[in-house]
């Protein structure tokens, strides 16, 4: 496995592989990595020759008073688990190489990126949008793969592509748990025993109401409300949001009548945990 630490590393070493005649998938992270960003991986290298991870804790994402500070970093560790899943290359640029002195230029992707997580985190996914985009313009890969763990995420990234004519396909991959449901993620670190066993419940309420639709139930306001019920009921837990819209639009909904992001976040003591599913009528199922 390669490794580059400069957008000119990671140029020079991805034209050589283009001139070997390899094709590129691209899976951007910021390291920690874990099972859910291994199963990106190792989707990328089953479809292309050479996979790019890039590992970038991104300081634009995250707001004033947010975890940038203590956000876990073990490069080493990170490279041997990218690496195992298949990685060809890791790509970890300095913030200094990604944002030099005089860095004023943002990619805003309007209205949905100000609903459900982008409402508390004003400016999130500017950062998201704006980093991605120079990542894609370093890269030039065929594929992004993205996790449908940050399900807004994937949604605003696509929306972007489509806007702005990138010549790169996105392949969203589902999200991948633990024995008890509830999704890897860096964060999950931050969580004492307690609350660990606690996020489960999370996870367990959005699934009461996937079987609440798989029965029939098509009422946005009753499916919202048998999560609700047990997320009440857990003193550890304070939902910031809870809410279903159209999986492509985020446009807000009273009936499911196509694909539906059935989405929350929530505190749990000082830990900020997002999930997700997703209500597919076509399908009659749900998909989590
Ligand atoms: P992050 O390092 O948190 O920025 O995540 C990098 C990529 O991994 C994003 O596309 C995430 O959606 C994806 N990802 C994170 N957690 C999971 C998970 N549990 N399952 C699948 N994908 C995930």
Redesign the pocket.
Known sequence: MEFAESKSEARNLIARARADGKTVGF???????????T??IEASSSEFSYTVVSIFVNPTQFGPDEDLGRYPRDLKRDLRIAEGAGASLVFAPSVEDMYPPGFTTFVEVKALGDVLCGASRPGHFRGVTTVVAKLLNIVRPDAL??????AQ??IVLSRMVRDLDLDVKVRV?????EPDGV????RNEYLSAGQRACASRLFESLSKAGHLFEAGERDVRRIVAAVRVILDGEPQIDVEYLEARDAESLAELLRVENRTLLALAARIGDTRLIDNIILDPGAGSFEA
């Open positions: 899976v951007p992270t910021m390291g920690a990595l874990h099972k859910g960003h199963s990106l793969y993205l996790g449908r763990k940050d995420q994937a991959m589902r999200t991948v748990r999704a890897l993620s860096s």
